[in-house]
């Protein structure tokens, strides 16, 4: 005989389950979330205290400018992005929109740091980096790789990365000032651009800022 | 979203099966306490093909049997062996509890057939020759039969002295069949009465005929056809048989397949029985999970294995891009990158679920929790193992192949 008084049961406890396993999962997200959120906030303080330091230089010099002058969190910050785009915990809106404020971030403390090497004649040190999440593109996966070891092998390097489809008017205005072509992946290198993916030894070789850090960093490290 | 399902599905057969332990736990202890009050006159007929290596044991203990004497009787029936098994049957002819039967080879069914023509006794059961049964079993399942609706019994099977890993895998998962087939037992849904050692009624075979050949699983048609006619068929956790679980991959695939086999097309034979309410449990919960969990498995470890391959194609393309330029300890030990969606929760569960079954399973049949090498080996490649004889099973029941015993 059939006890649906049992079925019943065994169906609610097994939909308490699911419930709380969403719940959770969702409550765990929203905090993940947030801590994007609190990393982004960090970064725009710290472009605003850098912006004000700049300002400053008016009145002060270049020697002035301590090691921390750019925000450090950006990398970690772009990491845990593409963490949660990939995964499909987030809510997309809530990821789409630190997404585009995080491009944004971007590209005010990559204005900075252009500003910078300018008025202080540093030499540049950033890499422009366009790449496609709306398209196949299988290199552009390959140069995020290269891109995230080349950082982690120099870490004063700044790598801005931009999707290149996304709808972000200052993205838009950036790819139109390099005349950045859709042959992704794309990458800027002192004003220069440089299309399809290029493995780490001919990125070092090829690109004369990144020569320049190379001969750069070993010098440091043979000392 | 089928992933969604699938796991719903398995999670609700686990709490429906954690549901029932908890209904019938006092009821089995009640049953581990049994003892006869009147014993049945019993025949056992083990039927051999080729078994020359283990059929002595098997007779043995069936002779061994804490049972009185004059109420057991066996039937040892050689079908057609091209081995030396007719003289290891002929060593017990003088026996007089013993009748020996040769027969040319027709079948497994066949030679269960032959014997039950000559059998009177009140119950009747089977010995596969390589098993061999605990002493006090007949003891543990006669007091089932003070039911007299109950016409079947069938016991708990364990691996007899496991050497390699794949036995000691099926040691855990013959542990955990012990469990389950407890289980069905009191939702009165079990559709296989196993070769080693179901006892029945005898008129059970009087009223519905005997074996048939049923796909190379007759005990598990037999079964359906038991519930096909709403025959009682319970099983005794305390009965204890043992069987020589293959040792070979190849041993172990071609007798699952054979099983799985067998379980697709009776199911076929007697779809009447699916999502019929007359039926009860069986029909409406059971058969249905027990198909549905062959297709189930297909996807979960392809899922799996999808995900695993993917992990290693980005490793490559990693390696491929930058060599060994790149950080391994990245990301970082930050929570944020812990896989907290509702899907690892719930895998999550339904694991923890599964080891709680396994332990409840592992104390029940050896009657304390032990923990031993099977269970890793069960746990972390028995999954992986599932589909090489689902696939097998389902190639041969689409193209209509025969399957074999040996």
């Known amino acids: 005989m059939l006890d649906s008084r049992k079925y019943i049961v065994a169906f609610v406890i097994t939909a308490f389950i699911f419930g709380t396993a969403v719940f959770v999962s969702n409550g765990l997200a929203d905090k993940k979330l947030e801590n994007v959120r609190d990393i982004e906030n960090r970064v725009a303080l710290d472009i605003l205290s850098s912006e004000t330091q700049f300002a400053l230089l008016a009145e002060t010099s270049c020697r002035d400018i301590g090691p921390g002058f750019l925000s450090q969190e950006l990398g970690p910050l772009g990491e845990k992005l593409t963490y949660a785009e990939n995964q499909n915990e987030f809510n997309t809106e809530d990821v789409e929109g630190l997404k585009r404020s995080y491009f944004l971030l971007e590209i005010k403390d990559y204005l900075l740091m252009k500003r910078l090497t300018e008025r202080c004649n540093i030499r540049p040190t950033f890499i422009l980096y366009f790449y496609s999440t709306s398209d196949r593109c299988d290199d552009c996966e390959k140069m995020g790789y290269v891109l995230t070891a080349l950082r982690d092998k120099y870490p004063d390097l700044r790598v801005y990365s931009f999707d290149y489809h996304y709808d972000v008017g200052a993205i838009k205005t950036l790819t139109s000032i390099y005349k950045v072509k859709p042959t992704l992946p794309a990458i800027i290198v002192n004003g220069e651009p440089y299309y399809g993916f290029k493995p780490i030894d001919e990125l070092e070789e090829s690109i004369p800022a990144l020569k320049l850090l190379k001969t750069a960093t070993s010098t440091s490290s043979s000392k | ?406």
């Open chain 2, 1 to 406: 979203m089928l992933l969604y399902i699938t796991l719903f599905i398995s999670l609700f057969f686990e709490v429906f099966l954690l549901i029932t332990y908890l209904e019938v736990r006092e009821e089995m202890k009640r049953e581990d306490k049994w003892r006869p009050t009147k014993f049945p006159t019993v025949t056992v007929i083990v039927p051999c093909f080729n078994e020359e290596e283990t059929v002595a044991e098997a007779v043995k203990s069936i002779l061994n049997l804490d049972y009185p004497r004059k109420q057991l009787s066996v039937i040892l029936v050689n079908d057609g062996s091209t081995d030396n098994t007719l003289k290891a049957l002929n060593k017990f002819k003088n026996n007089p509890r013993v009748k020996i039967l040769d027969k040319t080879n027709g079948g497994k069914h066949t030679a269960v057939n032959l014997a039950l023509e000559s059998v009177s006794t009140e119950l009747v059961g089977c010995l596969d020759a390589d098993s061999f049964v605990m002493p006090n079993a007949l003891l543990k399942i006669a007091p089932y039969f003070d039911d007299q609706k109950t016409m079947a019994v069938t016991p708990s099977i364990k691996v007899h002295k496991p050497k390699n890993f794949l036995q000691h895998i099926q040691r855990t998962e013959y542990s955990w069949s012990i469990f389950l087939r407890r289980m069905l037992s009191s939702m009165g849904a079990l559709y296989v009465t196993p070769g080693p050692f179901s006892i029945f009624r005898t008129q059970v075979f009087e009223e519905l005929g005997g074996y048939r050949h049923a796909h190379m699983t007759e005990d598990m048609e037999m079964a359906m056809r038991l519930q096909k006619n709403h025959y009682k068929i319970v099983n005794s956790h305390g009965a204890h048989v043992y069987t020589v679980a293959p040792a070979t991959f190849k041993g172990l695939i071609k007798q699952r397949s054979r099983w799985t086999y067998g379980f697709l097309n009776n199911s076929f034979d007697y779809r009447g029985l699916f999502f019929n309410k007359r039926y009860g449990n069986i029909g409406m919960f059971i058969l249905p999970i027990a198909s549905f969990s062959i297709f189930s498995a297909f996807y979960l470890v392809a899922h799996i294995a999808w995900g695993w391959l993917s992990k290693i194609i980005d490793v490559i393309q990693r390696y491929q891009a930058v060599g060994f330029n790149w950080k391994l300890s990245s990301p970082s030990f930050d929570w944020y990158f812990l896989s907290t969606g509702a899907l690892p929760v719930l895998v999550v569960t339904a694991v923890g679920l599964t080891i709680f079954i396994l332990y409840l399973s592992l104390r029940l049949a050896d009657g304390r929790f032990r923990l031993h090498q099977g269970v890793f080996y069960y746990l972390f490649l028995y999954t992986f193992m599932v589909p090489l004889w689902l696939s097998k099973a389902l190639f041969d029941t689409i193209f209509r192949r025969k399957v074999s015993w040996r």
